[in-house]
């Protein structure tokens, strides 16, 4: 979106206002009535701007290919969506893997195991695992965010696989990231971080690979995966970054690993809307803001 004096104007006054936001999500509705969807541009507004409630679910069921680019086939394939989900239920209720009883995100896993061809064999199956934990734990965020237990689960099996497609090769190299970004924004912090034996031990896999969930509260978890969902896993290490800032006093504080992790396992929940601002700001400090034309 090229820039516009004028735009800008009116953007700052609603936003003096009180109304910040209006103009995006006005872009938002004339992106949503291109037939078919400009993939790209939505991807661009996502990383620019935050998703408003409304057109969120929408956006990312186009984005990780759940609902086509072309709008008239929207209702179509989610008649399909539907029959799929409710033919691999009935067939894990045949082979006895599930019943009424079973907790809705354990179902979502046996779902996932068998479309995946890694479902284990009856006679081995076992309650869900360590192993299982960051699914769950992605699967328990996505059923707060989303009410439809159909949306709940395309959206648990497309936000997962094209996770590890995009950024399985980058995930390793996060921590390393961290800490560069720490080096620069606060070197005292990741010297006594480094003193005490806790960097090698942070929360990695909470923020990496279960991208927060259980971490965040939900309200604030989907801020960040519209950054996910549209492109950036580095947006991760920048939420990361802003944790480890916000609470510099009180990890200076601690002198074992284990104090810091505990802490950082169970961050308090009532700032957590400004520390993902303040790390969207970092990120895009650091990263720069996509320029394509929105």
Known sequence: MADDPQRNFRSAYYEKVGFRGVEEKKSLEILLKDNPLDLEKLSTFSQRFPLPSMYRIHVWKVLLGILPPHSDSHSLVGGYRKEQYQDIVEALEVMRYINSSTPSTHIYLRMFQLESQVLPRCSETLPPNDENEDFLAISRAMEEIVDDSIDCYWLIKCF???????????????????????????????????????????????????????????????????????????????????????????????????????????????????????????????????????
């Open 160 to 294: 997962i696989n094209q996770f590890h497609i995009k950024f399985g090769d980058s995930l390793p190299h996060l921590p390393k990231s961290l800490e560069h970004y720490l080096s620069q924004e606060e070197p005292r912090l990741l010297n006594h971080l480094r003193s005490v034996g806790a960097l090698p031990q942070l929360p990695y896999s909470l923020w990496f690979k279960r991208c927060f969930a259980g971490c965040l509260p939900e309200s604030s978890l989907q801020r960040v995966w519209d950054k996910v969902i549209s492109g950036s896993c580095k947006i991760l290490v920048f939420v990361a970054l802003e944790i480890l800032l916000s609470y510099k006093i009180m990890l200076m504080g601690h002198t074992r690993p284990e104090g810091v992790v505990k802490f950082l396992c169970n961050i308090p929940q009532e700032n957590t809307d400004a520390i993902v601002t303040k790390a969207i700001d970092l990120w895009q400090k650091y990263c720069g803001n996509p320029n394509h034309a929105v």
